[in-house]
Every structure is written in C-alpha cells, then in structure tokens.
C-alpha cells in the first residue's frame, strides 16, 4: 500500500451524522433479512441471540446521537473504532447465521473497503488483518443453518474453502485498490488546490502591479506639470533666497515622487490591468524572479515571414506557468537555460531547454503527475531549498498553462527535435509549450479599441 500522505487527514472528512445513517439503513436491512429468513423461509435461528448483536448496533447509534453534535466530524482513531466494531457486529451475525454458508458473507468486505479509502494505511492492514482472522474463523466456527425441519443448509467443503479463498484474496485486493485509488485521488485534489492558490496570487500581484502601472500613468501628467512650473518659477528668484530654496525642494520632491513610482513598476507594462503585452515582454516578465539566480538566462526569438510579434494578453496562468517551467530549468541546469520565443501565422510557442541532465527517461511519460520528486538526497535539497522537486511545481505549470489553452510535451535534448548543432550545449530538458493564435493573441477589435480610462480592480 502508499504511504500515508502528510498533507491530509482524510479519517478526520467523515461526519458522525452519516455513519448513524448508514448505520441505520444496515440495522434495517439486518432485521429485514432476519425476518424473511424466520418468516418466508422457516428458518431455525437464534432470534434472541439476533436481537441482542443488532441491538448493540441501535444503543451505538443512539448513544451517539445523545452524547455528541450532529456536525461533528470523525477522528481517524474514531473512526477506525466504528469501522471495527460494524465488522465485528457483521462477524457474529454471521457466527449466528451459517458462516461462510450464508451468502451475506460477502459484506464483510464493505468495512476495509471504507478503511482503505479514508483511513491510515496502517489502520487499514490492522483491519484487513481483522478481518482475515474473522473470515478464518466464521470457516471454521459457526451455528449451522437449519431448515424447520431439522435439516442442516451447508455446503460442499470445496465451496466452503472457495469462498474463504475469495474473501481473503479480495480483502487483500480491494484493499490495495481502493488505498491507490483513493490516495492518487486525493493528491490530486491537493495538487489542483495547489495550482488554484498560485493562480490566485499570481491574479493578485498582476493586480498590484496594475495598480502601480496606472498610479504612474495618471500621475505622471501632474508631476510633469508640478515641475515644469517649479523650473519656471525659480527664474523669478535669486539663487540663494528663500524662496529659490523652496522651490527647488518641490522639484526635487516631485523627481523623488516619479522615481518611486518608476522602480514599483516594470518597464513594458501596461495601463489598465496589464491587460496585454508583446510576447517577448511577457516571457521575459515571467522569468524575472530567476534571473539573478546564478545561471545564465538566453532569450531569442524567432518569427515567420518577417511576422509582426504578436500582442497576447498577458494572462497570471500563463505567467505563472511559465515561470515554473523557467525555474523548473534553473534549478537543474549547469549554466545556462535557453527561453526560445516562435511566433507562425496559426500558433505561438514557447521553448524552455537547458545543459542539465534532462528528465529521467522513465519518467518522460509521468511528467505532470503531482507529487511526483526527482532529487532524494538531503545534499541535493540543500543546494536549493527554494525547490525540492518537479512534482507539484510542473503539475502546476500544466495545469495552468493547459488551462490557458496551451499544449505542453516534454523531451531530452538528445532525443528532442532539435537541430543538431543546439542538441551539442542543449543536453537537459525541453519543455516545448505551444498555442494556436487565437487562444492568448489580442484580437483585431481589441487592438482597435482604445484603452480608455483606468478602473477600478473588483474584488
């Protein structure tokens, strides 16, 4: 079985509300099954005894809905002790009813199902565990079925040892199945909670930045005209003199004011939301943060037919995409990372290759998976702690990106495409990310149309 994720605790999802329910409708069923089995089919049980197990199974059921909150939720611990003790209420009515001769044996299966899809891998090999030794022992030990004429119901010793085969084999399966099943669920319902949470910062800091970007716009017509009449001003006045004095502080301050407003911002941005870009600009912007990282950085760009660069709007999920991916190259380069910018008249693409050691070539197929790690040693870990992986960082970056529209495939550079005299410098990964024009490009009437007025972000 997979280990245990540390990023959950799914034992603790289950509310206590639903297991009453659920308890209900199996306390229901049980009686139900008891009376056809007395009534319609004449059978010779033990009713008393009956009552007493399915009784335990109402006090539990009632003891929890006095003593706690409808909306409280399960501990794992809580948990698993429910779960045990449904199976051992399951195991003496079946002790009661025939064993492994009654068909309903098969239930016995429901509980480490449930245990494997919510609780700990340890706490579902101890039910599994428990439930072996019940299956064991219900073939072995049990009140035989008698008809109302004192026939016993049992059947061949072959199918007796064929239905305890099957429970124990599909204990052991289900178990192992449901537990992947359940965990690569959940990890990637992480991961996608993950990518979400960096989308929504990235949307935030185009924001801000947006907020800059106009601050310097709206203000930089004022400033101007604050010093151009300032400059204008200390003409009347001699140098020295008070009021020569004050106004060349005023045209200092409003030189400090557009120098503030100038460094918060980023050449190459737009008004309005950022809203769009040159490509290039937005590639670049993208691998801003990584360009002081101690590896060299190498842009190019290459375009069709003498292309005009296409305007594409500058979209958080494709910054924060392909900022990942430059990072993801950084950290497992040598020296040097080259960003490859292609523009044709149907698609955009984008390159991201490095001299690193490339992609394991086992995991070319996987790349994408969350929670997926490369390095494995505490010595590569501590030469960059900022990233620990390729997992959830490229799985974020695919995510993203697809979402923007763009297709995304991953290669070495000796198996890549690329011409023969790059793949000699260019022996790491190649992440090729590509769009067709009509998915992030501006459109003819959005370049027609002014830009108009600032407005305000919504929140």
């Known amino acids: 079985m997979q280990p245990d994720s540390?990023?959950?605790n799914r034992g603790g999802y289950i509310r206590l509300r639903t297991v009453i329910w659920l308890r209900w409708a199996a306390i229901t069923g049980q009686l139900a099954a008891l009376v056809v089995a007395v009534q319609v089919y004449s059978l010779q049980l033990e009713v008393g005894l009956f009552f007493l197990v399915v009784g335990a199974s109402v006090l539990a059921n009632l003891v929890s809905m006095s003593i706690f909150p409808k909306n409280r939720r399960l501990s794992e611990?809580?948990?698993f002790f429910v779960m045990l003790?449904?199976?051992?209420q399951l195991g003496a009515l079946l002790f009661l009813s025939g064993g492994l001769h009654n068909p309903f044996s098969i239930l016995?299966?429901?509980?480490?199902?449930?245990?494997?899809?919510?609780?700990?891998s340890r706490r579902t090999l101890m039910l599994g565990a428990i439930a072996f030794a019940i299956v064991t022992l219900l073939g072995l030990y049990h009140l035989p079925l008698r008809t109302d004429q004192g026939l016993v119901m049992r059947m061949p010793d072959i199918f007796i040892f064929g239905m305890w085969a099957a429970l124990v084999i599909a204990?052991?399966?289900?178990?192992?199945y449901v537990r992947s099943i359940a965990s690569e669920a959940n990890a990637m319902s992480e991961a996608f909670q993950a990518a979400q949470m960096a989308l929504m910062r990235e949307q935030k800091l185009?924001?801000?930045g947006g907020v800059v970007a106009a601050a310097a716009h709206e203000l930089g017509t004022p400033l101007a005209t604050i010093k151009l009449t300032s400059s204008e001003m200390l003409e009347d006045f001699e140098e020295g003199s008070d009021p020569y004095e004050d106004i060349t502080l005023i045209a200092e301050q409003t030189d400090r004011c557009r120098d503030i407003l100038r460094s918060m911002g980023r050449a190459g941005k737009d008004d309005l939301y950022l809203r769009r870009g040159l490509i290039t600009a937005v590639i670049e912007e993208a691998a801003g943060p990584?360009?002081?990282?101690?590896?060299?950085?190498?842009?190019s760009q290459v375009g069709t037919d003498n292309l005009e660069q296409p305007l594409v709007y500058r979209k958080p999920e494709v910054i924060h995409g392909i900022r990942n991916l430059i990072q993801n190259a950084v950290d497992f380069s040598r020296e040097v990372v080259w960003v490859e910018t292609r523009w044709t008249e149907h698609s955009i693409s984008v390159r991201i290759s490095d001299d690193g050691s490339g992609f394991p070539a086992s995991m070319i197929g996987r790349l994408g998976d969350p929670f997926m790690?490369?390095?494995?040693?505490?010595?590569?870990r501590a030469n960059n702690t900022a990233y620990e992986g390729m997992g959830l960082g490229l799985f974020i970056a695919k995510t993203l990106l697809e979402r923007s529209g763009a297709e995304l495939s991953f290669a070495n550079g000796h198996d890549s495409l690329l011409e023969d005299d790059l793949k000699e410098h260019r022996t790491g990964a190649v992440v090729v990310v590509r769009w067709a024009n009509d998915a992030i490009t501006v459109s003819a009437e959005d370049k027609r149309r002014p830009i108009g007025q600032n407005e305000l972000i919504q929140t």
Do not use: M
């Open 77 to 79: 611990r809580e948990n």
């Open 171 to 176: 204990i052991g399966f289900l178990g192992v």
């Open 108 to 120: 016995i299966l429901g509980p480490v199902a449930i245990s494997a899809a919510v609780l700990s």
């Open 85 to 88: 003790f449904d199976l051992l």
């Open 206 to 208: 185009t924001d801000l």
């Open 373 to 380: 790690r490369r390095r494995k040693n505490s010595q590569e």
């Open 290 to 299: 990584h360009l002081d990282r101690g590896k060299s950085i190498l842009f």
């Open 6 to 8: 540390p990023y959950s």
